[in-house]
């Protein structure tokens, strides 16, 4: 009798505290064989950035150094946040033991997430580490649009102007300290708009790369949480 009537007690339990879980993961095998996560928003509001923690299994004692991916459609051109109900997966691959021979698909867990709206799930020191990554990426922006904005940018060659644009990029990106691999490469993006070739004359090329660097750094300027 406890027992029956200690069931729908559960039950319920159970529904609302997966009601109080804005975001899942689950990890699954592919049909490869790989392991893949799959990323589901269960809040009303879309779903910007997250960080996962991937394990691949060791196949001997040394365990593997900790390996984190983060995903942020702030960052990612073309890239929209996740709407309710909707779900997304990141492949994550195997690891694959050479004594014997078998492959072991990589599996995941959830470390944190920022939504539309600037709320956030998980691990503090993990949503700041994607806001921190977005404040990273914003000042390289600025590197860009304040060099390419200077009095002197129209005057000078195509060589100088890159060679100094990606030194200054260089020693931006040296500080970079973050778990994860960067989402968004703005040197390699800066270059790759003013580089010898194009179609267009380096003035055009200058106005088109300003009007591209504006847009991704009001795109992180209006997301939230504030960055500033």
């Given amino acids: ?16 505290l997966l009601a109080q879980v804005p975001v899942t993961l ?3 095998v592919d049909s490869k064989g790989g392991g893949e996560a799959v990323i589901a928003n269960l809040k009303a509001v879309p779903l910007t950035a997250y960080v996962i923690q991937v394990f691949l299994e060791p196949c001997s004692p040394t365990p593997r150094p900790a390996q984190f991916r983060a995903a942020d459609a702030t960052l990612t051109p073309g890239r929209e946040p996740l ?27 959830l470390k944190a997430a920022i939504f539309q709206d600037g709320s956030s799930f998980g691990e503090a020191q993990w949503v700041n580490s994607l806001l921190d990554s977005r404040r990273f990426q914003l000042e390289q922006i600025e590197i860009v649009l ?3 904005k200077a009095p002197d940018a129209g005057s000078a060659s195509r060589q100088v102007l890159t060679a100094d644009l990606g030194e200054r990029l260089a020693a931006a ?12 490469d703005v040197r390699e993006l800066a270059l790759e ?8 004359s380096l003035p055009d090329q200058i106005a088109r790369a300003v009007k591209l ?16």
């Fill in 193 to 200: 708009n003013l580089k010898t070739g194009a179609e267009a």
């Fill in 26 to 28: 689950e990890s699954r």
């Fill in 1 to 16: 009798m406890l027992c029956r009537l200690c069931f729908p007690f559960l039950l319920c339990a159970g529904a609302v």
């Fill in 146 to 148: 304040n060099r390419l």
């Fill in 173 to 184: 990106q040296g500080k970079n300290t973050f778990p994860f691999l960067s989402l968004l």
């Fill in 213 to 228: 660097f504006e847009q991704l750094r009001n795109k992180l300027l209006e997301a939230r949480p504030s960055l500033r």
């Fill in 83 to 109: 709407p309710q109900f909707q779900s997304r997966t990141e492949p994550l691959g195997s690891a694959y033991c050479n004594k014997d021979g078998v492959s072991v698909p990589a599996r995941a867990e």
